[in-house]
């Protein structure tokens, strides 16, 4: 009986507390709806390919792949810019009769798909000039033999990668984007968990008894545990560089630069959210809100394939901007001018959350 006494006093207060009721029933509900729509959308990887000087017989045929646009180009210089300018995926230049391919290789799916396609173009060439031998023998016997052993030669294909190798994977691509993600899961947890700790722990009222300022006490917050996140952050970008090996293609100070500003922005978005939980259970009930379509729209799946719903939805989460810049500096070597808008962004978002986190502090005591 005492078993079934406590059972329905803790059942009464869960039904009291439409929060939690409305987490545990409906945030599965819509966690589970991203995950449907983010991973069934159209996620085909379609490669533009840059040709200098080869066959048009082999751009016909690769430009009749459904996963393949061709462009062509007049020289490597162009071609190049064009590849550094990410508008085609891969270069093939034709030297001496050799096919030399280049591949931006950010994308590891695009990658793969353009392989394919040449070696498709190639061995569809092999089989026209074959067939045209053959008819060649027919007509006159010697010179058909010739023809056909020129038919049965293929030209030569030298593979180079801007980004990793010939064995990269579709982490390399992920992890950018991963990195950027773990340091805003844990910088969001520790900021928001450490100021419910003082308030549940009556710190904080008393704290505020005294003449501080509100934005005093957000302030100070935001340098200690800063300062934590700072911290935090070398060493997360440090383990991924050296054990992880994963290669940066720009420079490191600016992976830094960026990662510092999204365990910044996680800081100040764990101190605003915290104050809307009344328990730290009520705080982790916030992460299938608030952090998972983080990672769903990130980029970690192109954007560009999703509605305009998504495409907006991202443009107001700040770690889209933060895997942007991530992805830039380490997948394409970017520079500073390249990712500012995203910085620029970043810095919004921890102005705009500083401000709220003044203003929530009203709740506890008007200074």
């Known amino acids: 009986m005492r078993i079934l006494a406590i059972s329905k006093r803790v059942l009464k207060e869960l039904l009291r507390d439409k929060r939690t009721l409305a987490l545990i029933f409906i ?3 819509v966690v589970l709806a991203l995950l449907s729509y983010v991973f ?3 996620t085909t990887n379609n490669a533009t390919v840059g040709t200098v000087g080869v066959e048009r017989v082999v751009r016909t ?6 996963h393949v646009s061709v462009k062509t180009y007049k020289n490597d210089t162009t071609a190049k810019k064009a590849l550094t300018d990410e508008k085609v995926d891969a ?14 290789n950010t994308d590891v799916g695009k990658t793969n798909v353009t392989k394919a396609a040449l070696q498709s173009a190639l061995t569809k060439n092999k089989m026209t000039q074959l067939a045209k031998a053959v008819k060649t023998m027919q007509e006159k016997l ?3 033999r010739q023809v056909i052993q020129s038919s049965m030669s293929s030209p030569t294909i030298h593979n180079s990668y801007n980004y990793g190798d010939g064995n990269s994977t579709f982490f390399d691509k992920m992890m950018p984007t991963m990195i950027g993600f773990f340091i805003f899961l844990f910088v969001f947890l520790i900021s928001g968990m450490a100021l419910l700790k003082e308030r549940t722990l009556g710190t904080l009222d008393r704290l505020l008894a005294t003449p501080v300022k509100r934005s005093d006490i957000v302030f100070a917050y935001l340098i200690s545990y800063g300062i934590v996140a700072i911290v935090q952050t070398l060493l997360i970008v440090g383990f991924s560089v ?14 830094m630069l960026t990662t510092i500003l999204i365990a910044l922005v996680a800081l100040s978005f764990g101190i605003f959210v915290s104050t809307f939980a009344k328990s730290e259970f009520q705080m982790m009930q916030f992460m299938p809100i608030v952090v998972i379509p983080q990672l769903f729209f990130s980029g970690l799946i192109s954007l560009s394939a999703m509605g305009t719903w ?13 895997a942007s810049a991530l992805n830039t500096v380490i997948l394409k070597g970017g520079d500073f001018n390249n990712i500012l808008g995203n910085l620029v962004a970043l810095v919004v978002f921890i102005v705009i959350l500083s401000v709220g986190n003044i203003i929530g502090l009203k709740r506890y005591r008007k200074v």
């Open 27 to 29: 945030a599965p509900l």
């Open 40 to 42: 069934n959308v159209n």
């Open 61 to 66: 045929t690769l430009d009749d792949n459904n």
């Open 91 to 104: 270069i093939i230049e034709n030297k001496a009769g050799d096919l030399y391919v280049t591949y931006a």
């Open 142 to 144: 010697p010179a058909g």
């Open 242 to 255: 050296t054990l992880l090996h994963v290669e940066v293609a720009g420079s490191i100070w600016l992976v």
């Open 310 to 322: 998504a495409q907006w939805l991202a443009s107001i989460l700040p770690l889209k901007y933060g």
